[in-house]
T-cell receptor, first 112, second 113 residues
Framework: AQSVTQPDIHITVSEGASLELRCNYS??????LFWYVQSPGQGLQLLLK??????LVQGIKGFEAEFKRSQSSFNLRKPSVHWSDAAEYFC??????????FGAGTILRVKS | SAVISQKPSRDICQRGTSLTIQCQVD?????MFWYRQQPGQSLTLIAT?????????ESGFVIDKFPISRPNLTFSTLTVSNMSPEDSSIYLC??????????FGSGTRLTVV
């Protein structure tokens, strides 16, 4: 069955530490891949997206993600986390037909 | 990217009543999407609304419960009908496509009492 998996429900990192949020997908073809962030009480903001080409994509707020076809993964990274990065992060995929399917989300806590 | 104005931002409703949520986009778009985010959960697509045709509903969602209107290329409404406490969620509209990405409204936080 087609699915998007974010295996970590919660992650806590210290401010200034590096961050990696995991995302795996299960689809027959390479989908279009997205990462969104949702701050408490806020809407969804697009961090970055991957369609094709360079497998390392840069996004806003210092985030990047790497697409690995062999692992069906699209992990989100940030070299140094700031307290303002505390939020919920959603990986999402879209197939032809434009329906966006979301993972369960990962809640990021940043400790000072 | 498109800018979406969604309202109301929140509401508290009595069970058995209905609430209509509106989304206005600042540009013409072909497809609009409606999502539900239940407390502590991820987003689930309710339906896709194209102008001039019936909305396409996902499994588990029916038109009688979530009627959608799409009168033109910049506007859509979602009605949550005959509400029960289980309908308490955040409802979001979205526009976009897989080539350019998707923009979301700020959401409607619905509480049914």
């Amino acid at each position: 069955a087609q699915s998007v998996t974010q295996p970590d429900i919660h992650i806590t990192v210290s401010e200034g530490a590096s961050l990696e949020l995991r995302c795996n997908y299960s689809y027959g073809a390479t989908p279009y891949l997205f990462w969104y962030v949702q701050s408490p009480g806020q809407g969804l903001q697009l961090l970055l997206k991957y369609f094709s080409g360079d497998t390392l994509v840069q996004g806003i707020k210092g985030f990047e993600a790497e697409f690995k076809r062999s692992q069906s993964s699209f992990n989100l990274r940030k070299p140094s986390v700031h307290w303002s990065d505390a939020a919920e992060y959603f990986c999402a995929v879209a197939l032809y037909g434009n329906k966006l399917v979301f993972g369960a989300g990962t809640i990021l806590r940043v400790k000072s | 990217s498109a800018v979406i104005s969604q309202k109301p931002s929140r509401d508290i409703c009595q069970r058995g009543t209905s609430l209509t949520i509106q989304c206005q986009v600042d540009s013409q778009v072909t497809m609009m999407f409606w999502y539900r985010q239940q407390p502590g959960q991820s987003l689930t697509l309710i339906a896709t609304a194209n102008q001039g045709s019936e909305a396409t509903y996902e499994s588990g969602f029916v038109i009688d419960k979530f009627p959608i209107s799409r009168p033109n290329l910049t506007f859509s409404t979602l009605t949550v009908s005959n509400m029960s406490p289980e309908d308490s969620s955040i409802y979001l509209c979205s526009v976009g496509n897989s080539n350019y990405g998707y923009t979301f409204g700020s959401g409607t936080r619905l509480t049914v009492v």
